[in-house]
């Protein structure tokens, strides 16, 4: 098997690809949650998302570390355990939003809230689940060589 490529078939070069778009995105992200046009600019976020702009960014940041460690070097344990890192500040994150509810989404009769409410009921479950498999994962990894 070529050396570039690994036994899941994907090559270096295509997932170091994906870590730098990654990186790239959270970054834009993040400047444009902060700088322009920043948050205030969404007209459904109310004053109530300083509440959990610590958290967001704090995904942001941590992702974008974990894409940069990830173009050096992304042997499954380090993915593994970056994953487990970035879903748990996503997961608090989710959680903050949940409890604080930054929105606004105009008419109450349109159901917008309930839907918000359900799209972030499926992301916390989503990364629990995510981070058990993750943790499954780091176990599996720790016990074989790359």
Same mark, same amino acid.
């Given at each position: 098997?070529?050396?570039?490529?690994?036994?899941?078939?994907?090559?270096?070069?295509?997932?170091?690809?994906?870590?730098?778009?990654?990186?790239?995105?959270?970054?834009?992200? @993040?400047?444009? &949650?902060?700088?322009?046009? %920043?948050? #205030? +600019?969404?007209?459904?976020?109310?004053? *109530?998302?300083?509440?959990? $702009?610590? @958290?967001?960014? &704090?995904?942001?940041?941590? %992702?974008? #570390? +974990?894409?940069?460690?990830?173009?050096? *070097?992304?042997?499954?344990? $380090?993915?593994?355990?970056?994953?487990?890192?970035?879903?748990?500040?996503?997961?608090?994150?989710?959680?903050?939003?949940?409890?604080?509810?930054?929105?606004?989404?105009?008419?109450?009769?349109?159901?917008?809230?309930?839907?918000?409410?359900?799209?972030?009921?499926?992301?916390?479950?989503?990364?629990?689940?995510?981070?058990?498999?993750?943790?499954?994962?780091?176990?599996?990894?720790?016990?074989?060589?790359?």
């Amino acid at each position: 098997m070529p050396t570039d490529t690994r036994p899941d078939g994907r090559a270096v070069s295509a997932r170091r690809s994906g870590y730098l778009v990654a990186a790239l995105l959270s970054g834009a992200l @993040l400047y444009a &949650a902060h700088a322009w046009p %920043g948050w #205030a +600019a969404v007209p459904f976020l109310t004053e *109530r998302t300083d509440e959990v $702009l610590g @958290l967001v960014t &704090a995904t942001l940041v941590a %992702g974008i #570390a +974990a894409n940069v460690a990830y173009l050096v *070097r992304d042997p499954r344990w $380090l993915r593994s355990l970056g994953d487990i890192v970035t879903t748990s500040i996503g997961l608090a994150a989710l959680v903050r939003i949940w409890a604080v509810f930054p929105f606004d989404f105009g008419d109450p009769d349109v159901g917008w809230a309930l839907v918000a409410r359900v799209v972030l009921g499926f992301a916390v479950v989503g990364s629990a689940i995510g981070i058990a498999v993750s943790l499954v994962c780091l176990v599996r990894a720790a016990g074989h060589r790359e």
